[in-house]
């Protein structure tokens, strides 16, 4: 009957997801005002990271929760605004503005005026709440809530059978526990590894599945951002690297059981095991990055087919609708389990490198 109750429960949040995705396509659709409906433009602006948080379009105008910019110059010094103060990146103010051409097209660069930007002036220092790191604050919130609950009713009575979030939770940290972290990386040094692959696991996770559901403060495609993937695979590298003991760097510089000539004169086998140092990290971001990715923009091009039909004929576009309602709920199934899929590769390939890290020499 639980089980029963679980599955409901995530048949409704696919079904939800859904259709909060189509009414944003919909307003998006809608609101563009003059001009076709570009759905590459939509699609990409949905997956990219921004300075405020959009919400929706009517008649042209555009609706957004403004975030806050926190940039440092020596010429200006510590400017702290709302986003809001760039009118949806058309104006400057204060010296700075949004720019929208060129290698920096993004970006907050200091402006000499609303329409010319000193292109010789260095960038900003840029510290500024975008909507990518919101969705990390808010992820992290969430997480903060659910392990000191977990942890307070375990401290409480830890015979108590779990209940409400805890009954959630509990399956996941054993499987986290006893099905990736024990058996990669050893009965006998898993247990101070705990924290972080767990953390690492549940951060991915919950993010993932915010990343669902395309209403604030949700929607953030925070692991589809590279820069967020590769500071997670640092994390990883650092981890994996500093508890390295004598016979893992020794299997690097000076590989047991190898031939000579494939250690000098020529570092052959050296050259390799450092190359390697390098990109199991590297490989770490570029997956989890590419996959929730290709999620998005898939999930939101079957949504785009509607007005894409739309511009042919009304019998088109009552069809692409049935379409991309069909394809749009089957793909969201799939990226719900791509979300934990992705979480669990992450954390099991980071456990299997400390664990070659840390283990004993035979």
């Known amino acids: 009957m639980k089980l029963y109750g679980i599955k409901l429960r995530i048949c409704l949040f696919a079904l939800l997801t859904a259709a909060i995705s189509m009414q944003s396509v919909f307003a998006a659709g809608a609101g563009g005002g003059d001009g076709e409906f570009d759905p590459g433009s939509f699609?990409?602006?949905?997956?990219?990271?921004?300075?405020?948080?959009?919400?929706?379009?009517?008649?042209?105008?555009?609706?957004?929760?403004?975030?806050?910019?926190?940039?440092?110059?020596?010429?200006?010094?510590?400017?702290?605004?709302?986003?809001?103060?760039f009118d949806h990146g058309h104006a400057a103010y204060r010296g700075f503005r949004i720019e929208h051409e060129g290698p920096d097209k993004g970006k907050i660069v200091?402006?000499?005026?609303?329409?010319?930007?000193?292109?010789?002036?260095?960038?900003?220092?840029?510290?500024?709440?975008?909507?990518?790191?919101?969705?990390?604050?808010?992820?992290?919130?969430?997480?903060?809530?659910?392990?000191l609950t977990i942890g307070s009713r375990y401290k409480r009575d830890p015979k108590k059978p779990p209940k409400g979030v805890q009954s959630l939770f509990e399956p996941l940290i054993l499987f986290v526990i006893d099905d990736i972290v024990k058996?990669?990386?050893?009965?006998?040094?898993?247990?101070?590894?705990?924290?972080?692959?767990?953390?690492?696991?549940?951060?991915?996770w919950i993010n993932n599945?915010?990343?669902?559901?395309?209403?604030?403060?949700?929607?953030a495609n925070v692991t589809g951002n590279i820069s967020v993937t590769a500071g997670l695979a640092l994390t990883s590298f650092l981890a994996i690297n500093l508890s390295g003991n004598k016979h893992y760097w020794q299997h690097i510089f000076n590989t047991p059981h190898v031939p000579v000539f494939l250690k000098l004169p020529i570092p052959i086998m050296p050259v390799i095991e450092l190359v390697g140092i390098f990109t199991k990290p590297f490989v770490l971001a570029i997956r989890l990055f590419a996959?929730?990715?290709?999620?998005?923009?898939?999930?939101?091009?079957?949504?785009?087919?509607?007005?894409?039909f739309a511009q042919v004929s009304a019998a088109f576009a009552y069809g692409g609708t049935v379409l991309a309602v069909a394809?749009?709920?089957?793909?969201?199934?799939?990226?719900?389990?791509?979300?934990?899929?992705?979480?669990?590769?992450?954390?099991?390939?980071?456990?299997?490198?400390?664990?070659?890290?840390?283990?004993?020499a035979h």
């Not at 058996?183 to 991915?204: D, H």
């Not at 599945?209 to 929607?219: K, S």
Request: glycine share 6%; aromatic share 16%.
């Open 291 to 308: 996959n929730i990715t290709a999620g998005h923009i898939i999930t939101m091009g079957f949504f785009c087919l509607i007005f894409i």
């Open 110 to 147: 200091v402006a000499i005026d609303d329409h010319t930007t000193d292109q010789e002036a260095a960038t900003p220092l840029n510290l500024s709440i975008t909507k990518n790191v919101f969705g990390m604050f808010f992820a992290a919130a969430i997480m903060i809530w659910i392990f």
């Open 183 to 204: 058996p990669a990386i050893g009965e006998k040094k898993y247990v101070m590894f705990l924290p972080y692959t767990l953390t690492l696991f549940f951060f991915i």
């Open 327 to 360: 394809f749009g709920i089957f793909i969201t199934f799939l990226e719900m389990l791509v979300a934990l899929i992705q979480a669990y590769v992450f954390t099991l390939l980071t456990s299997l490198f400390i664990g070659a890290a840390v283990e004993d």
């Open 43 to 85: 699609i990409f602006d949905h997956i990219a990271d921004a300075y405020d948080w959009h919400l929706f379009d009517i008649n042209g105008k555009q609706y957004s929760v403004p975030l806050p910019v926190i940039l440092y110059t020596r010429d200006k010094g510590l400017n702290i605004f709302l986003s809001d103060k």
């Open 209 to 219: 599945m915010l990343g669902l559901v395309p209403i604030f403060p949700m929607g």
